[in-house]
Every structure is written in C-alpha cells, then in structure tokens.
C-alpha cells in the first residue's frame, strides 16, 4: 500500500521549535517531488515547502520563509520539515505529499498524487 505517515506535531509555544517527519512507505521517494502542505480550522489548505526530486532545490512562500526548512533523505525513504520561530498562526494540520517528477518545484496541491493523513501543530502559549 502506497501511504505517508506523519509525525512529530505536537503543542509548543510561541518561540519554540518542532521538526516533522514524514516516512514513506509502499514506493521509493527517489524521482519523486515532496512538499507539506497545512490546513488550520476554517481555512483553505496552503503550502508551506517544496523540495525538487533531483538538486535538492527547494521553495518556501513568505509566511515561512526563513522559518522553515525541508529535507529529504532517499535512502531513509523520509522527509522532514524543520520549524522554527513557530507562531501562533502556524497551527494547523500538516501533510506531506509526493508526485512524480523532475526538474521542477510546485506547491500547485493538484499536482500532487500521494498525500498522508496529517500531523496537529499546535502554537499556544
């Protein structure tokens, strides 16, 4: 079964950090582009990183920027999705998802084929 299990949310506070890990199993992430993405309650899903299947190339949009930072490890069939300076606004599900492909970073969500089932990140003080 193709699946991504997320982990590493949890409640921290303003200021704080957390790293999320996303494991794939049933296929190989090598050729594959990732990205998270997050819904918070009420509002439309964003993303928040992207990293190419082949340089490493990597794209954050500007809530996170500076913030964020996404890995990948074939060889552990894992991403990751380090988080700093987390605030408040930053609290929703997030996801990781996967499609096919080379030579380009998207975080268009309806490229993306494969996607887990979420992890809370919760920011309150």
């Known amino acids: 079964q193709v699946q991504f299990v997320e982990s590493g949310g949890d409640l921290v506070q303003p200021g704080r950090s957390l790293r999320l890990s996303c494991v794939a199993s049933?296929?190989?992430?090598?050729?594959?582009?990732l990205a998270w993405f997050r819904q918070a309650p009420g509002k439309e899903r964003e993303g928040v990183s992207c990293?190419?299947?082949?340089?490493?190339?990597?794209y954050y949009p500007a809530p996170v920027r500076g913030r964020f930072t996404m890995s990948r490890d074939d060889t552990a069939n894992t991403a990751y999705l380090e988080m700093n300076s987390l605030k408040p606004e930053d609290t929703a599900v997030y996801y990781c998802?996967?499609?096919?492909?080379?030579?380009?970073?998207?975080?268009?969500?309806?490229?993306?084929?494969?996607w887990g089932q979420g992890t809370q990140v919760t920011v309150s003080s």
């Open positions: 998802a996967a499609f096919r492909g080379s030579h380009i970073i998207t975080l268009q969500a309806g490229m993306y084929t494969i």
């Open positions: 049933g296929f190989s992430l090598h050729g594959y582009v």
């Open positions: 990293i190419s299947s082949n340089d490493g190339s990597t």
